[in-house]
């Protein structure tokens, strides 16, 4: 693996997992068209931090992963409770006091604390099945070319993947305060609602799969 290719294939990975449609880019979106672009930021370093949790626990400890992968419990257990957190942030989303009419802001106002904007991200990541298995490939894919002996160049390409990553979640949170100035309370209400409705569906889709699929 040489330096060049190891930083455009990770800056290639990162970029196509960015452009998935989730829990994780709703919840951006929506925090910052309400909170302002500090709070998208806030909610971006949770997902970041645990990101490279991931890269560190799958690279360095990979056969102890296998072997949770491979634990029966492991799904429904991670299905279960994911799906139960993606559920109550949606419905949250829902039962959250709609803002004053007469004191609407063309500039988004932060109502949650640094930390608990940080820390639903941070939830959100860490227990999203697909977030678990993306860099549980990615770190066998790793070792299994052999490529774990060129500790520069994987450092390269992880840093590639998260650098990527970062860089797309803030551009996630910069746009939806560009959105926010052209749109009506109302507007903002709706989009809200539909977070949080698709939000539940996902923890419920999550749910199924574990007892019923």
């Known amino acids: 693996m040489h ?8 800056l290639l990975l990162g970029l196509s997992l960015a452009l ?5 880019l709703i919840t951006i979106l929506q925090t910052s068209l309400e909170q302002g672009f500090g709070a998208g930021i806030a909610v971006g370093s949770g997902i ?12 360095f ?20 409770i994911g799906g139960l957190i993606l559920a109550l942030i949606g419905l949250g989303f829902l039962l ?25 991200g941070f939830l959100i990541n860490t ?5 678990i298995f993306f860099w549980f490939t990615v770190a066998t894919t790793v070792v299994g070319d052999g490529a774990q002996k060129e500790h520069y160049n994987v450092a390269v390409f992880y840093l ?4 990527v990553i970062v860089l797309t979640d803030g551009l996630k949170a910069y746009l939806a305060k560009w959105i926010r100035k052209r749109l009506r309370q ?16 996902f923890g419920l889709i999550m749910i199924a799969r574990v007892y019923f699929f």
């Open 127 to 131: 227990v999203n099945p697909f977030t």
């Open 186 to 201: 109302i507007h903002i209400l709706r989009l809200r609602q539909l977070s949080g409705l698709t939000l539940i569906l």
């Open 48 to 59: 970041w931090v645990s990101d490279t949790l991931f890269v560190l626990a799958t690279y």
């Open 20 to 24: 998935l449609v989730g829990p994780i």
């Open 160 to 163: 590639g993947i998260l650098g």
């Open 3 to 10: 330096t060049l290719t190891a930083l455009m294939d990770g």
């Open 61 to 80: 400890g990979i056969q102890y992963v296998d072997a949770l992968i491979a634990w029966e419990g492991f799904n429904p257990l991670l299905g279960t």
């Open 96 to 120: 959250a006091k709609p803002p004053n009419p007469t004191a609407w802001e063309v500039e988004a106002i932060r109502s949650s604390s640094y930390f608990t904007l940080w820390l639903k």
